[in-house]
């Protein structure tokens, strides 16, 4: 008996030891199943989200030799955001994470890299992105850090039935408004960046360029003229029971022209377009670029230096500036490519086609934006 206990003892310590052995094989499978795999970082609204899975989709269906995974935090839940998480895991010391590929604003790398340090992002090695040659736009800031691979920036949206000939100038808007009172509304500039870029471009046309891209406190003593413009043109917008009303949010401004009750709008590109394809904007809604032009950027992509497959997400920026992948961007949520329009579906073009991403102007103003939209709301947001 105490042999066959001894046995059956032997037998299942072995038994055991191979699991384990077989444990340890698995890890090593995934270790080198690992090397492969990088992940995908985003956040914002919906249809990122959707751009991104499509995008990753085909090209882990194009045999590259990796395998890409997306993590996408969604605008208005309360989480951490992205730039936070990546920041304090850089001071903390991490490295290896799975911060393998980011996606940020143009005008926000900057904001990452003074919080992170310059070594945040690796220095893109542009021979590893073959696709760089049919690039069309370089990125707001950093172009040594990241790479540009979609355009996004606000338009005038307008009633072609009633508004047969647009403005092409701001001189001309500001007098098409007084022309024609109640027929033009912008969103509040703190529920929305359509409304923002509007009040940020009647203010900041009155400044030296250079203003747009500058937090420095002192250009907000230049912003007198600008307001008294806004001001100007006050009583001329939209109304609702014989008052002036500002629509909340981008959404807001977009619902008034689609039931006809404005003809013209400031919005951003890419939401008026995924409309107008949805049709819940009427087609007689049309879209053009004005100048100066409201303010825009292009969304680009970096690869953290606490990441752990940096060739991976090489292939990934290569694939981003693929036709394949800008078709997909264009279509599923109307983002400007950044590639020749010509290697692109004419289909998709179509929408797009007057818009002129190398004419974007691009606005940064860090905490000055928080102070405009606070005194638009003391002085404007308070007028009868």
């Known amino acids: ?4 206990c001894k046995k059956m003892t032997a037998m299942v310590l072995a038994a055991a030891m191979g699991i384990t052995g077989l444990s340890g094989c698995a890890k090593a499978a995934n270790a080198g199943q690992d090397n492969k795999t990088f992940t995908v970082w985003a956040e914002g609204s919906d249809n990122v989200r959707v751009q991104f ?18 993590e996408f935090i969604t605008s208005g839940t309360g989480a951490q955001s992205l730039r936070d998480r990546i920041i304090a895991a850089k001071k903390a010391g991490q490295t290896n994470t ?8 143009g005008d926000t790398v900057t904001r990452y890299v003074d919080e992170g340090g310059e070594d945040l992002f690796i220095k893109l090695d542009k021979s590893k992105i073959e696709n760089t040659r049919n690039l069309k736009v ?5 172009d040594d850090l990241v790479l540009p691979y979609r355009g996004t920036t606000v338009v005038l949206a307008y009633n072609s039935e009633t508004v047969p000939t647009p403005p092409k100038t701001t001189e001309e808007l500001y007098q098409w408004i007084k022309d024609n009172p109640g027929r033009f509304a912008y969103n509040t500039p703190g ?3 359509a409304g923002g870029s509007f009040v940020t471009t009647c203010v900041y046309n009155f400044l030296d360029e250079a203003a747009l891209t500058s937090s420095d406190p002192a250009y907000e003593e230049q912003w007198g003229q600008g307001f008294d413009l806004v001001k100007e043109i006050h009583p001329y917008l939209y109304k609702s029971s014989g008052k002036v009303v500002y629509p909340n949010k981008n959404q807001g401004t977009l619902d008034l022209l689609a039931n006809k009750e404005v003809d013209m709008i400031p919005a951003w590109a890419d939401m008026a377009i995924s409309q107008m394809k949805q049709g819940t904007l009427p087609e007689s809604i049309k879209i053009c670029q004005i100048e100066p032009s409201f303010t825009g950027s292009t969304v680009v992509l ?15 920026l290569n694939y981003m500036l693929s036709p394949e992948a800008q078709n997909i961007a264009l279509d599923t949520m109307a983002a400007i490519p950044v590639i020749d329009f ?18 974007f ?3 940064s103003l860090g905490d000055l934006s928080t102070a405009l939209n606070e005194k638009w709301d003391a002085e404007i947001g308070t007028l009868e």
């Open 302 to 316: 970096g690869i953290p230096s606490i990441g752990k497959n940096s060739e991976g997400a090489y292939a990934f």
């Open 98 to 105: 799975d911060f393998d590929v980011v996606e940020m604003g």
């Open 138 to 142: 370089d990125a707001t800031f950093r």
């Open 191 to 193: 529920s929305g960046g």
């Open 53 to 70: 899975e499509k995008q990753i989709e085909q090209f882990n269906k194009a045999n590259t030799g990796y395998t890409a995974k997306l």
């Open 342 to 359: 010509g290697m692109l579906d004419s289909e998709l073009t179509k929408t797009i086609s007057d818009l002129k991403i190398d004419a």
């Open 1 to 4: 008996m105490i042999k066959n």
């Open 361 to 363: 102007r691009i606005s």
